[in-house]
Protein backbone atom coordinates (compact mmCIF):
# COMPACT_ATOMS: atom_id res chain seq x y z
CA UNK A 1 0.00 0.00 0.00
CA UNK A 2 1.33 3.42 -0.70
CA UNK A 3 0.46 4.94 3.18
CA UNK A 4 2.41 1.58 4.74
CA UNK A 5 5.59 3.42 5.37
CA UNK A 6 3.25 6.68 6.69
CA UNK A 7 1.45 3.90 8.97
CA UNK A 8 4.75 2.67 10.07
CA UNK A 9 6.61 5.52 11.33
CA UNK A 10 3.33 7.15 13.26
CA UNK A 11 3.02 3.37 14.72
CA UNK A 12 6.97 3.48 15.86
CA UNK A 13 6.78 7.41 16.96
CA UNK A 14 3.44 6.64 19.12
CA UNK A 15 4.94 3.64 20.25
CA UNK A 16 8.03 5.41 21.35
CA UNK A 17 6.61 8.26 22.75
CA UNK A 18 4.04 5.95 25.06
CA UNK A 19 6.83 3.96 26.20
CA UNK A 20 8.96 6.72 27.27
CA UNK A 21 5.99 8.38 29.35
CA UNK A 22 5.53 4.98 30.96
CA UNK A 23 9.26 3.99 31.76
CA UNK A 24 8.97 7.57 34.14
CA UNK A 25 6.54 5.07 35.77
CA UNK A 26 8.59 2.38 36.05
CA UNK A 27 11.40 4.10 37.25
CA UNK A 28 9.27 5.89 40.36
CA UNK A 29 7.98 2.64 41.04
CA UNK A 30 11.59 0.88 41.26
CA UNK A 31 12.68 3.85 43.82
CA UNK A 32 9.74 3.11 46.12
CA UNK A 33 9.93 -0.26 45.98
CA UNK A 34 13.94 0.42 47.03
CA UNK A 35 12.43 2.67 49.71
CA UNK A 36 10.15 -0.11 51.31
CA UNK A 37 13.06 -2.72 51.25
CA UNK A 38 15.32 -0.26 52.82
CA UNK A 39 12.74 0.88 55.66
CA UNK A 40 11.32 -3.10 56.32
CA UNK A 41 13.23 -4.79 59.28
CA UNK A 42 11.60 -8.13 60.45
CA UNK A 43 8.58 -7.82 58.13
CA UNK A 44 7.74 -4.90 59.81
CA UNK A 45 7.66 -1.50 57.80
CA UNK A 46 8.72 1.94 59.12
CA UNK A 47 6.82 4.70 57.31
CA UNK A 48 9.20 7.34 58.62
CA UNK A 49 12.11 5.14 57.79
CA UNK A 50 10.39 5.16 54.17
CA UNK A 51 9.65 8.51 53.75
CA UNK A 52 12.94 9.52 54.62
CA UNK A 53 14.72 7.41 51.85
CA UNK A 54 12.31 9.57 49.47
CA UNK A 55 13.50 12.58 51.03
CA UNK A 56 17.58 11.66 51.01
CA UNK A 57 17.22 11.20 47.18
CA UNK A 58 14.56 13.95 45.70
CA UNK A 59 17.06 15.85 44.44
CA UNK A 60 19.24 13.20 43.42
CA UNK A 61 19.55 12.25 39.76
CA UNK A 62 17.68 8.44 39.41
CA UNK A 63 17.63 8.34 35.34
CA UNK A 64 19.94 10.37 33.80
CA UNK A 65 20.18 13.82 34.67
CA UNK A 66 16.12 13.65 35.79
CA UNK A 67 15.70 13.28 39.56
CA UNK A 68 13.52 12.01 41.53
CA UNK A 69 11.14 14.96 41.92
CA UNK A 70 11.17 15.04 38.21
CA UNK A 71 10.11 11.14 37.67
CA UNK A 72 7.63 11.51 40.23
CA UNK A 73 6.12 14.48 38.66
CA UNK A 74 6.15 12.41 35.38
CA UNK A 75 4.84 9.38 36.07
CA UNK A 76 1.28 7.65 35.26
CA UNK A 77 -1.52 9.24 37.41
CA UNK A 78 -3.98 6.51 38.65
CA UNK A 79 -7.40 7.32 40.08
CA UNK A 80 -8.78 6.42 43.12
CA UNK A 81 -10.78 3.64 41.67
CA UNK A 82 -7.39 2.14 40.77
CA UNK A 83 -4.92 2.99 43.13
CA UNK A 84 -6.67 3.39 46.32
CA UNK A 85 -6.21 6.38 48.57
CA UNK A 86 -8.20 8.44 50.64
CA UNK A 87 -12.15 9.76 50.80
CA UNK A 88 -12.89 12.26 53.52
CA UNK A 89 -15.79 14.65 54.64
CA UNK A 90 -14.96 17.68 56.65
CA UNK A 91 -17.12 19.83 58.25
CA UNK A 92 -16.88 23.68 58.33
CA UNK A 93 -17.10 24.50 62.24
CA UNK A 94 -20.30 26.77 63.13
CA UNK A 95 -19.31 27.11 66.80
CA UNK A 96 -16.43 29.26 65.66
CA UNK A 97 -18.51 31.09 63.48
CA UNK A 98 -20.76 32.44 65.77
CA UNK A 99 -18.34 32.72 68.38
CA UNK A 100 -16.05 34.76 66.51
CA UNK A 101 -19.51 36.82 65.48
CA UNK A 102 -20.39 37.91 69.13
CA UNK A 103 -16.78 38.54 69.47
CA UNK A 104 -15.95 36.43 71.85
CA UNK A 105 -18.83 37.27 74.28
CA UNK A 106 -17.64 35.58 77.87
CA UNK A 107 -21.65 35.47 78.03
CA UNK A 108 -22.55 32.67 80.24
CA UNK A 109 -26.31 31.90 78.79
CA UNK A 110 -24.79 32.53 75.32
CA UNK A 111 -21.89 30.01 75.76
CA UNK A 112 -23.99 27.20 77.25
CA UNK A 113 -26.04 27.71 74.45
CA UNK A 114 -23.18 27.01 71.97
CA UNK A 115 -22.59 23.81 74.16
CA UNK A 116 -26.07 22.66 73.84
CA UNK A 117 -26.18 23.02 70.36
CA UNK A 118 -23.14 21.13 69.77
CA UNK A 119 -24.93 18.20 71.62
CA UNK A 120 -27.88 18.79 69.99
CA UNK A 121 -26.33 18.41 66.58
CA UNK A 122 -24.65 14.87 67.05
CA UNK A 123 -28.53 13.64 67.62
CA UNK A 124 -30.10 15.90 65.02
CA UNK A 125 -27.60 16.55 62.26
CA UNK A 126 -29.94 17.44 59.78
CA UNK A 127 -31.38 20.69 61.48
CA UNK A 128 -29.03 23.94 60.82
CA UNK A 129 -26.36 24.70 63.52
CA UNK A 130 -27.86 28.05 64.05
CA UNK A 131 -31.61 26.81 63.91
CA UNK A 132 -30.65 24.82 67.12
CA UNK A 133 -28.49 27.94 68.50
CA UNK A 134 -31.60 29.93 68.67
CA UNK A 135 -33.57 27.25 70.26
CA UNK A 136 -30.98 26.52 73.24
CA UNK A 137 -30.57 30.33 73.56
CA UNK A 138 -34.20 30.85 73.73
CA UNK A 139 -34.24 28.25 76.47
CA UNK A 140 -31.19 29.87 78.36
CA UNK A 141 -31.69 33.42 78.48
CA UNK A 142 -35.86 33.67 77.71
CA UNK A 143 -36.52 36.81 76.83
CA UNK A 144 -33.08 38.60 75.75
CA UNK A 145 -32.17 39.33 72.48
CA UNK A 146 -29.33 38.38 70.01
CA UNK A 147 -28.83 41.80 69.34
CA UNK A 148 -27.05 42.36 72.86
CA UNK A 149 -24.29 39.99 71.97
CA UNK A 150 -24.03 40.56 68.25
CA UNK A 151 -24.39 44.02 67.94
CA UNK A 152 -20.34 44.46 68.21
CA UNK A 153 -17.54 46.54 66.11
CA UNK A 154 -16.98 42.83 64.31
CA UNK A 155 -21.07 42.95 62.67
CA UNK A 156 -20.99 47.13 62.11
CA UNK A 157 -20.92 46.23 58.01
CA UNK A 158 -23.33 43.49 58.42
CA UNK A 159 -26.04 46.36 59.73
CA UNK A 160 -26.52 45.00 63.70
CA UNK A 161 -27.03 47.39 65.93
CA UNK A 162 -29.23 46.91 69.34
CA UNK A 163 -32.68 47.73 67.32
CA UNK A 164 -31.74 44.21 65.41
CA UNK A 165 -34.47 41.56 65.70
CA UNK A 166 -33.40 38.34 66.04
CA UNK A 167 -34.47 37.16 62.27
CA UNK A 168 -31.69 39.69 61.49
CA UNK A 169 -29.27 38.37 63.56
CA UNK A 170 -29.88 35.01 62.60
CA UNK A 171 -30.13 35.76 58.93
CA UNK A 172 -26.81 37.50 59.42
CA UNK A 173 -25.23 34.53 60.63
CA UNK A 174 -26.26 32.09 58.38
CA UNK A 175 -25.05 34.45 54.78
CA UNK A 176 -21.89 34.34 57.08
CA UNK A 177 -21.73 30.41 57.79
CA UNK A 178 -22.93 30.10 54.23
CA UNK A 179 -19.85 32.54 53.30
CA UNK A 180 -17.33 31.13 55.31
CA UNK A 181 -17.79 27.48 53.86
CA UNK A 182 -17.33 28.84 49.98
CA UNK A 183 -13.94 30.15 51.39
CA UNK A 184 -13.38 27.30 53.34
CA UNK A 185 -13.99 25.41 49.89
CA UNK A 186 -11.70 27.98 47.96
CA UNK A 187 -9.15 27.21 49.87
CA UNK A 188 -9.43 23.76 50.50
CA UNK A 189 -9.47 23.20 46.40
CA UNK A 190 -6.10 25.19 46.40
CA UNK A 191 -4.53 22.72 48.93
CA UNK A 192 -5.71 19.84 47.26
CA UNK A 193 -4.97 21.05 43.87
CA UNK A 194 -1.07 21.58 45.16
CA UNK A 195 -0.88 18.47 47.17
CA UNK A 196 0.64 16.30 44.42
CA UNK A 197 -2.02 13.92 44.14
CA UNK A 198 -3.16 12.41 40.57
CA UNK A 199 -7.00 13.24 39.60
CA UNK A 200 -8.32 14.76 43.03
CA UNK A 201 -11.96 15.57 43.40
CA UNK A 202 -13.18 17.80 46.25
CA UNK A 203 -16.36 18.90 46.03
CA UNK A 204 -19.70 20.51 48.25
CA UNK A 205 -22.49 18.29 50.07
CA UNK A 206 -25.66 20.35 49.10
CA UNK A 207 -27.58 21.46 51.89
CA UNK A 208 -24.89 21.24 54.45
CA UNK A 209 -21.53 22.67 55.34
CA UNK A 210 -19.43 19.52 54.14
CA UNK A 211 -16.88 19.22 52.01
CA UNK A 212 -15.87 15.81 50.25
CA UNK A 213 -12.42 15.02 49.21
CA UNK A 214 -10.97 12.51 47.27
CA UNK A 215 -7.27 11.67 47.43
CA UNK A 216 -6.40 8.79 44.68
CA UNK A 217 -2.73 7.71 46.03
CA UNK A 218 -2.03 8.65 49.02
CA UNK A 219 -0.59 6.22 51.75
CA UNK A 220 -0.12 8.82 54.61
CA UNK A 221 -3.38 9.34 56.52
CA UNK A 222 -1.58 12.18 58.87
CA UNK A 223 -0.16 14.00 56.93
CA UNK A 224 -3.31 14.43 54.51
CA UNK A 225 -5.51 15.28 58.07
CA UNK A 226 -2.41 18.36 58.72
CA UNK A 227 -3.37 19.32 55.73
CA UNK A 228 -7.06 19.18 55.53
CA UNK A 229 -7.63 20.51 58.77
CA UNK A 230 -5.30 23.07 59.87
CA UNK A 231 -6.68 26.40 60.03
CA UNK A 232 -3.25 27.81 58.98
CA UNK A 233 -3.42 31.07 61.28
CA UNK A 234 0.30 32.33 61.29
CA UNK A 235 1.26 34.35 63.75
CA UNK A 236 5.09 36.30 64.43
CA UNK A 237 4.93 36.90 68.23
CA UNK A 238 8.07 38.57 70.72
CA UNK A 239 9.26 36.13 72.96
CA UNK A 240 9.25 36.09 76.73
CA UNK A 241 12.97 36.07 78.38
CA UNK A 242 12.98 33.06 80.80
CA UNK A 243 14.26 35.62 83.58
CA UNK A 244 10.68 37.03 83.48
CA UNK A 245 8.15 34.65 83.14
CA UNK A 246 9.83 32.44 86.10
CA UNK A 247 8.58 34.25 89.12
CA UNK A 248 4.84 33.77 87.44
CA UNK A 249 5.65 29.82 87.15
CA UNK A 250 6.77 29.71 90.35
CA UNK A 251 3.86 32.18 92.10
CA UNK A 252 0.95 29.75 89.45
CA UNK A 253 2.95 26.32 91.16
CA UNK A 254 2.85 27.49 94.80
CA UNK A 255 -0.83 28.19 94.66
CA UNK A 256 -1.53 25.02 92.96
CA UNK A 257 0.50 23.04 95.41
CA UNK A 258 -1.21 24.58 98.26
CA UNK A 259 -4.40 23.82 96.76
CA UNK A 260 -3.74 19.95 96.21
CA UNK A 261 -2.24 19.97 100.23
CA UNK A 262 -5.77 21.58 101.42
CA UNK A 263 -7.87 19.18 99.26
CA UNK A 264 -5.57 16.03 100.73
CA UNK A 265 -4.13 17.41 104.37
CA UNK A 266 -2.73 13.87 104.66
CA UNK A 267 0.06 14.04 102.14
CA UNK A 268 1.96 10.90 100.63
CA UNK A 269 5.17 10.42 99.11
CA UNK A 270 3.86 10.77 95.14
CA UNK A 271 6.53 10.11 92.75
CA UNK A 272 6.00 12.71 89.97
CA UNK A 273 4.52 11.72 86.53
CA UNK A 274 7.80 11.54 85.13
CA UNK A 275 10.70 10.22 86.98
CA UNK A 276 12.91 12.32 84.71
CA UNK A 277 10.84 15.31 85.65
CA UNK A 278 10.53 14.77 89.44
CA UNK A 279 14.53 14.19 89.97
CA UNK A 280 14.33 17.17 88.42
CA UNK A 281 12.68 19.72 90.13
CA UNK A 282 15.49 21.06 92.14
CA UNK A 283 17.72 22.02 89.10
CA UNK A 284 15.16 23.19 87.47
CA UNK A 285 14.28 25.65 90.52
CA UNK A 286 17.83 26.76 90.96
CA UNK A 287 17.94 27.46 87.20
CA UNK A 288 15.00 29.70 87.75
CA UNK A 289 16.10 31.36 90.87
CA UNK A 290 19.19 32.21 89.46
CA UNK A 291 18.14 33.88 86.63
CA UNK A 292 15.46 35.76 88.64
CA UNK A 293 16.26 38.89 91.14
CA UNK A 294 16.68 37.32 94.13
CA UNK A 295 13.85 38.65 97.00
CA UNK A 296 11.95 36.83 99.56
CA UNK A 297 8.61 35.90 97.57
CA UNK A 298 11.03 34.46 94.28
CA UNK A 299 13.21 32.28 97.33
CA UNK A 300 9.86 30.82 98.90
CA UNK A 301 8.97 30.01 95.24
CA UNK A 302 12.08 28.13 94.01
CA UNK A 303 12.03 26.45 97.34
CA UNK A 304 8.54 25.29 96.79
CA UNK A 305 9.59 24.51 93.69
CA UNK A 306 12.50 22.05 95.00
CA UNK A 307 10.35 20.00 96.93
CA UNK A 308 8.23 19.24 93.38
CA UNK A 309 5.16 21.48 92.83
CA UNK A 310 2.22 20.42 91.11
CA UNK A 311 3.82 22.92 88.26
CA UNK A 312 7.11 21.98 88.31
CA UNK A 313 7.54 18.32 88.79
CA UNK A 314 6.39 17.89 84.95
CA UNK A 315 8.91 20.92 83.91
CA UNK A 316 12.50 20.02 83.36
CA UNK A 317 15.18 22.23 81.81
CA UNK A 318 16.40 21.90 78.66
CA UNK A 319 18.47 23.94 75.93
CA UNK A 320 15.55 26.18 74.51
CA UNK A 321 14.44 26.78 77.92
CA UNK A 322 12.10 24.75 79.52
CA UNK A 323 10.19 21.08 78.27
CA UNK A 324 7.77 18.61 79.60
CA UNK A 325 7.46 14.49 79.15
CA UNK A 326 5.06 13.96 75.47
CA UNK A 327 3.26 11.60 77.95
CA UNK A 328 2.27 14.87 80.85
CA UNK A 329 1.26 17.41 78.18
CA UNK A 330 -2.07 16.57 78.70
CA UNK A 331 -1.81 17.30 82.25
CA UNK A 332 -0.10 20.29 81.77
CA UNK A 333 -2.58 21.34 79.99
CA UNK A 334 -5.05 21.21 82.20
CA UNK A 335 -3.26 22.86 84.43
CA UNK A 336 -2.97 26.36 82.85
CA UNK A 337 -6.63 26.28 81.92
CA UNK A 338 -7.87 26.21 85.61
CA UNK A 339 -8.73 29.17 87.40
CA UNK A 340 -5.89 29.72 89.34
CA UNK A 341 -3.56 29.95 86.30
CA UNK A 342 -5.84 32.24 84.80
CA UNK A 343 -5.16 34.54 87.85
CA UNK A 344 -1.67 34.31 88.30
CA UNK A 345 -0.22 34.76 85.02
CA UNK A 346 -0.21 37.71 82.56
CA UNK A 347 -2.86 38.31 80.41
CA UNK A 348 -0.11 38.90 77.57
CA UNK A 349 1.87 35.27 78.79
CA UNK A 350 0.83 31.95 76.85
CA UNK A 351 2.66 28.84 77.02
CA UNK A 352 2.76 26.97 73.30
CA UNK A 353 4.65 23.94 72.62
CA UNK A 354 6.73 23.50 69.96
CA UNK A 355 5.96 21.65 66.52
CA UNK A 356 8.23 18.72 67.45
CA UNK A 357 9.29 16.68 70.55
CA UNK A 358 12.86 16.33 71.32
CA UNK A 359 14.82 12.95 72.02
CA UNK A 360 16.49 13.01 75.65
CA UNK A 361 18.02 9.69 76.65
CA UNK A 362 15.51 7.65 75.34
CA UNK A 363 12.72 9.67 76.30
CA UNK A 364 10.17 12.41 74.37
CA UNK A 365 10.25 16.09 75.62
CA UNK A 366 8.23 18.89 73.98
CA UNK A 367 9.61 22.35 74.64
CA UNK A 368 7.52 25.06 75.65
CA UNK A 369 7.81 28.84 74.73
CA UNK A 370 6.36 31.41 76.76
CA UNK A 371 5.21 34.42 73.97
CA UNK A 372 3.73 37.64 74.13
CA UNK A 373 0.16 36.93 73.47
CA UNK A 374 -2.82 38.36 74.47
CA UNK A 375 -4.81 35.13 75.77
CA UNK A 376 -8.22 36.99 75.74
CA UNK A 377 -8.19 37.39 71.47
CA UNK A 378 -9.04 41.16 72.23
CA UNK A 379 -5.92 42.14 70.83
CA UNK A 380 -3.93 41.25 67.37
CA UNK A 381 -0.44 39.91 67.02
CA UNK A 382 2.75 42.30 65.75
CA UNK A 383 2.20 40.77 62.13
CA UNK A 384 -0.01 37.76 61.10
CA UNK A 385 -0.44 35.33 57.61
CA UNK A 386 -2.87 37.95 56.11
CA UNK A 387 0.44 39.77 55.07
CA UNK A 388 2.28 36.90 53.12
CA UNK A 389 2.18 37.29 49.77
CA UNK A 390 4.01 33.85 48.76
CA UNK A 391 5.09 31.05 50.14
CA UNK A 392 7.75 28.22 48.77
CA UNK A 393 9.52 24.89 49.98
CA UNK A 394 13.47 25.74 49.93
CA UNK A 395 16.76 25.23 51.63
CA UNK A 396 18.59 26.95 53.93
CA UNK A 397 22.56 27.09 54.19
CA UNK A 398 23.15 23.72 55.78
CA UNK A 399 20.65 22.11 53.39
CA UNK A 400 17.85 21.43 55.47
CA UNK A 401 14.17 21.90 53.97
CA UNK A 402 12.65 25.15 55.45
CA UNK A 403 9.50 27.35 53.89
CA UNK A 404 10.63 30.60 52.71
CA UNK A 405 7.78 33.60 52.93
CA UNK A 406 7.68 37.07 50.71
CA UNK A 407 5.63 39.68 52.88
CA UNK A 408 3.36 42.53 51.30
CA UNK A 409 4.31 46.23 51.24
CA UNK A 410 2.48 46.60 54.92
CA UNK A 411 3.97 43.18 55.97
CA UNK A 412 7.53 44.59 55.42
CA UNK A 413 6.95 47.83 57.03
CA UNK A 414 5.51 45.86 60.26
CA UNK A 415 8.26 42.75 60.52
CA UNK A 416 11.15 45.55 59.90
CA UNK A 417 9.75 47.25 62.28
CA UNK A 418 9.04 44.07 64.94
CA UNK A 419 12.50 42.67 64.35
CA UNK A 420 13.97 46.01 64.31
CA UNK A 421 12.95 46.16 68.17
CA UNK A 422 14.03 42.94 69.32
CA UNK A 423 17.66 42.40 68.35
CA UNK A 424 19.07 39.91 70.22
CA UNK A 425 15.96 38.96 71.53
CA UNK A 426 13.74 36.02 70.07
CA UNK A 427 10.38 35.68 67.91
CA UNK A 428 8.52 33.21 67.99
CA UNK A 429 7.34 31.60 64.14
CA UNK A 430 3.51 30.34 65.06
CA UNK A 431 1.17 28.46 63.20
CA UNK A 432 -2.41 27.47 64.44
CA UNK A 433 -0.86 27.82 68.16
CA UNK A 434 2.13 25.91 67.66
CA UNK A 435 5.34 27.25 67.50
CA UNK A 436 7.81 26.34 64.62
CA UNK A 437 10.54 27.91 65.30
CA UNK A 438 12.13 31.19 67.54
CA UNK A 439 15.26 32.28 66.21
CA UNK A 440 16.85 35.02 68.07
CA UNK A 441 16.95 38.59 65.92
CA UNK A 442 20.21 39.40 64.37
CA UNK A 443 19.41 42.13 63.15
CA UNK A 444 16.35 44.04 61.23
CA UNK A 445 14.95 42.58 58.60
CA UNK A 446 14.09 44.27 55.53
CA UNK A 447 12.30 43.67 52.03
CA UNK A 448 9.51 41.13 53.87
CA UNK A 449 11.41 38.36 52.90
CA UNK A 450 12.01 35.90 55.83
CA UNK A 451 11.90 31.69 56.34
CA UNK A 452 10.47 29.16 59.17
CA UNK A 453 13.34 26.01 60.00
CA UNK A 454 11.26 23.53 61.62
CA UNK A 455 13.50 20.34 61.52
CA UNK A 456 10.91 19.66 58.27
CA UNK A 457 10.82 16.90 55.87
CA UNK A 458 10.55 17.68 52.80
CA UNK A 459 6.96 16.81 52.29
CA UNK A 460 6.38 18.74 55.27
CA UNK A 461 7.97 21.97 54.11
CA UNK A 462 6.36 21.77 50.92
CA UNK A 463 3.11 21.33 52.89
CA UNK A 464 3.10 23.88 55.16
CA UNK A 465 3.95 26.26 52.33
CA UNK A 466 1.44 25.47 50.03
CA UNK A 467 -1.17 25.93 53.21
CA UNK A 468 0.42 29.25 54.07
CA UNK A 469 0.08 30.08 50.42
CA UNK A 470 -3.50 29.16 50.01
CA UNK A 471 -4.82 31.54 52.85
CA UNK A 472 -5.95 30.98 56.40
CA UNK A 473 -9.56 28.84 57.13
CA UNK A 474 -12.24 31.30 58.00
CA UNK A 475 -13.34 28.64 60.39
CA UNK A 476 -11.16 25.29 61.68
CA UNK A 477 -12.39 22.35 60.11
CA UNK A 478 -12.87 18.62 61.40
CA UNK A 479 -13.15 15.27 59.80
CA UNK A 480 -16.44 13.73 60.20
CA UNK A 481 -16.08 11.14 58.07
CA UNK A 482 -12.64 9.23 56.00
CA UNK A 483 -11.93 6.01 54.54
CA UNK A 484 -8.70 4.69 53.30
CA UNK A 485 -9.66 2.42 50.16
CA UNK A 486 -7.18 -0.34 50.15
CA UNK A 487 -4.78 -1.12 47.18
CA UNK A 488 -5.63 -4.48 46.60
CA UNK A 489 -9.05 -3.69 44.78
CA UNK A 490 -7.09 -0.65 42.96
CA UNK A 491 -3.99 -3.93 42.04
CA UNK A 492 -6.77 -6.02 40.93
CA UNK A 493 -8.23 -3.43 38.60
CA UNK A 494 -5.28 -2.46 37.03
CA UNK A 495 -4.45 -6.41 36.20
CA UNK A 496 -7.78 -6.50 34.57
CA UNK A 497 -6.65 -3.61 32.66
CA UNK A 498 -3.31 -4.94 31.84
CA UNK A 499 -4.82 -8.12 30.75
CA UNK A 500 -7.45 -6.60 28.41
CA UNK A 501 -5.19 -4.12 26.72
CA UNK A 502 -2.50 -6.82 26.12
CA UNK A 503 -5.02 -9.19 24.68
CA UNK A 504 -6.79 -6.16 22.55
CA UNK A 505 -3.33 -4.69 21.30
CA UNK A 506 -2.55 -8.82 20.48
CA UNK A 507 -5.91 -9.10 17.99
CA UNK A 508 -5.02 -5.83 16.59
CA UNK A 509 -1.57 -7.18 15.98
CA UNK A 510 -3.27 -10.15 14.03
CA UNK A 511 -5.54 -8.81 12.35
CA UNK A 512 -3.29 -6.01 10.61
CA UNK A 513 -0.68 -8.93 9.72
CA UNK A 514 -3.28 -10.60 8.18
CA UNK A 515 -4.97 -7.80 6.71
CA UNK A 516 -1.78 -5.72 5.64
CA UNK A 517 0.44 -9.62 4.80
Same mark, same amino acid.
Given at each position: MRNKGIIIALTVIVSVLCAYFLFFTYISRGVQQKAVAYATNNGQLSETKRQHYLDSVWRAPVFGSYTYRDVKQSELGLGLDLKGGMHVTLEVSPVEIVRAMANNSKDPAFNKALADAQQAQQTNSGTAFTTLFYQAYQQDAPGKPLARLFANSVNKDRGI??? &? &?????????????????????????????????????? #??????? $??????????????????LQGQAKLEFYE???? #???????? #??? #???????????????????? %????????? &? /?????????????????SASAASKGGVLTRLLVPSPVGLSVSLRDTAQFNRLLRTEEARATLPSNLALLWENKPQDVNGQQYLPLVAVKKDRTGQVAPPVSGEVVSDARQDYDQNGRPEVQMNMNANGSRKWAKMTGANIGKQVAVVLDDIVYSAPTVQGEITGGVTSITGNFTIEEAQDLAQVLKAGKLP?? %? $??????????? /????????? /???????LLIIMLFMGVYYG
Open positions: DLN &S &SDTKVLSAINKEEEDAIGRSFDILRKRVDKFGVNQPNI #QRVKGTG $RIQVELPGVDNPERVRKLVWPQ #QEYAPFLL #QLD #QVLTAKEKAAAPVATATPGA %TGKAAGDST &S /LAAKLAQKTPANKAKTDAP %T $RIVEEAVVGPS /LGQEAINQG /LYSSLAG
